[in-house]
């Protein structure tokens, strides 16, 4: 809707997002023996890649005020109202079911067991989930009321959902140690606490979040450079830029997370992007794909974590219908939605420009309509074919430093289909 | 959730439940000749049956605050939120997108035109829509996010949505003549606003309302007389009790309103329920049966009418899933949803207690687990087959006048099935 200025609006979101403290659901070194100890003898449930992914974004408190996986009544408030009413009246935003699933046989080992051990994919007990309640999973209810469509194809659901169990359970989790991933990017992975004091250190008085799952072209640091200039146009003296790719599960045709943090690596190097006033982390969340519902739990993360301003640009968190040729999202709804989000009234929805090449100034520029047939649209699909395909994009697209490494991608991706697949053509 | 007593909360919900006075959006007399005049002019719109429905409950304020069909951001709200933000920063609860679609052809004819007649489905013009907006209706999402399944078989989808077209318009209505049916029925076709006028002289100081859209049983009865005597506990001297069948559309296998209405006459009529404090009027809304969404519309509009109690009972709005052996709902989570609802807050949620047939006491009884053989349940399905096929339930089920209404009505039926399609029988 809006963009609200003044810098007491800021200082107060700086410090205090939702009326309370950020969590830290892990539980304290001199505690964890103990804790093991005691939930070796709790009945267990096994967790999925993603469901440890939600366990490590509960526990940093990127979903806060959450301190577990969603009991019923947060699921029924979260799937019908996109936010949850705590018991002194606040609403906060909070518009994805944060579930975890579990299936007939979980079910009855658990029996009326208080507690129990989560395990992680690799077989270590990671968490204990406390006073659990187990209530029914209505797969076809969450996956219509969360993305508005049943048709096959979301991949969330195909890769989550459908293989999970009939049952929810919800508790509080005590993490019995932070979440790591031993990938060579878990510096990168910082929690909202460590951003806040991040961004105290640099003394940002505005931090604007950029929310991306994609290589950074240079449309994208137009925008991002824009918006710090308007930022200091309003009387900010040092806006800082969230520069936050998504780090959890997304789909099998996007650019994997080490792929596209090295690709933002070289766009610092490149001076595309200020090093002084851009922090790069990410954001370990998985992917839903769910548009204007799903837009909201981008931007309330983001608050948690100290940003004051989100920049939100055209059918966010959108993708293809799976099974109809049309964007499965009104490509306008998720600003809208956002800019009505009940619980999301502190956020400063920055309006997203559209950025496309210009061939007559050879690079990247805002959209001119008066000149429209100047304009190359190069999208996503587009940009992986010229990877794929070895040509090189319109000079000024995206920096020569980022732009090797989707190539090299792209290359080690087809000897990798060749040698496995010789008789397929990768699509 | 919760039985609230205590009588200011009352006093203050008879006079304004929603901080605001109810509208009106009748035009007075003195002003229709011009305005249909005016109107004469306009582009027009044709109105289905179900549509001038929607006219009839907005124009008499059920829907308070909305002036007339949604625009695209309220219907957003609708669709994600479950309520409304007014300018004011308050929570109203709008649980259901309530919508008027147009096709392509109809646009086209609109235009840029501000304004817009409605024409009746018999041919008048019954309303002007000022100040358009034409938005995509997305009935897939539509269908989606309001009943939580796209099975086919949903009934208002069926009749309402899938023969619409693909656009919404919204706007501000001006009706030109109260909504009227000539049916015989329009007498109990009390307004919000007549409600208020008839709980006043009454001098009520508590008004329950009881929704239904199945005839009266004897199990109906004893919990509406029981929650009076309830109330009177509470202290409150003269609980009114709003017996309020849904009067719009309905499914195929309900039973017609104009049967319910006799139905109902005769329950009074016979003693089960006291005309004294007992009010029968219709409420005019078409039934979405959406369950835990649509619980939500009908207790709001109660309110609107000056009802602060409200009888939720299992499975409100619920039906049978239209393609799975299984409820469409969990049949809690109407109460659950109800109950934790934003701007419903001021609502006192009754629990209904379960009645069912007591074989040792030949009388409806509440249910006692300690003797559960001895109680017979009686669903509407088997109530109607009872009735089909000429056979008495159970003495004390329902009062005799009551019962008799309804064989008579089945016997109709089935003479004009037998009439018409002497092969098949009826389902």
């Known amino acids: 809707m809006s963009v609200k200025g003044g810098s007491s609006v800021i200082k107060s979101s700086l410090i205090d997002p939702d009326g309370g403290a950020l969590v830290d659901l892990v539980v304290p070194e001199s505690e964890r023996v103990s804790k093991k100890a005691e939930a070796e003898l709790m009945p267990k449930v096994r967790l999925s890649k993603v469901d440890l992914e939600w366990v490590h974004i509960i526990s940093e408190g990127w979903a806060n005020p959450l301190r577990g996986f969603m009991r ?28 975890l699933a579990i299936d007939d ?24 989930l406390r006073s659990v309640q187990i209530y029914k999973h209505n797969k076809e209810e969450r996956i219509a ?114 792929v596209r943090m090295e690709q933002h690596s070289k766009v610092l190097e490149d001076g595309v992007l200020d090093p002084e006033t851009t922090i790069v982390a990410i954001f370990p969340s998985p992917m839903h794909y769910a548009g204007p519902t799903e837009v909201q739990w981008h931007a309330k993360a983001r608050i948690n974590a100290g940003a004051n301003f989100y920049i939100v640009g055209r059918d966010p968190a959108g993708m293809g219908h799976p099974t109809e040729k ?58 992986r074919t010229y990877a794929r395909t070895g040509e090189n994009p319109p000079d000024g697209f995206m920096c020569p430093g980022g732009w090797n490494v989707l190539v090299k991608y792209y290359e080690s991706l087809q000897s990798e289909e060749t040698s496995q697949q010789p008789a397929v053509l990768s699509t």
């Open 72 to 99: 019923e009544d947060e699921y029924l408030q979260s799937l019908h109202f996109n936010c949850l009413k705590l018991k002194d009246g606040t609403i906060v935003n909070m518009s994805l079911p944060i579930v």
């Open 326 to 383: 049309r964007d499965l999202y009104d490509p306008d709804h998720g600003k809208k939605v956002l800019s009505m989000a009940p619980g999301l009234e502190k956020l400063n929805i920055l309006p997203f420009k559209v950025a496309a090449y210009d061939t007559q100034e050879k690079k990247m520029a805002f959209f001119d309509p008066s000149r429209a047939k100047d304009f190359l649209f190069i999208s996503g699909t587009k940009m």
């Open 105 to 128: 046989k979980d079910k009855e080992a658990i029996g009326s067991a208080p507690d129990v051990g989560l395990i992680g994919p690799n077989g270590d007990l990671v968490s204990i």
């Open 145 to 258: 009321r969360t993305w508005g469509t049943t048709a096959p194809g979301l991949p969330y659901v195909e890769e989550v959902i459908t293989p999970a169990g009939n049952w929810l359970i919800g508790g509080d989790l005590e993490v019995l140690e932070p979440i790591k991933y031993n990938d060579g990017l878990d510096h990168y992975r910082l929690s909202p606490r460590e951003l806040r004091k991040e961004f105290d250190k640099r003394q940002a008085d505005a931090v604007f979040a950029f929310q991306l799952r994609n290589p950074v072209h240079n449309g994208h640091a137009l925008l991002m450079n824009d918006t710090r200039k308007r930022l200091l146009e309003m009387g900010y003296k040092n806006p800082i830029l969230l520069l936050h790719p998504l780090g959890g599960f997304v789909k099998a045709d996007d650019v994997p997370l080490d």
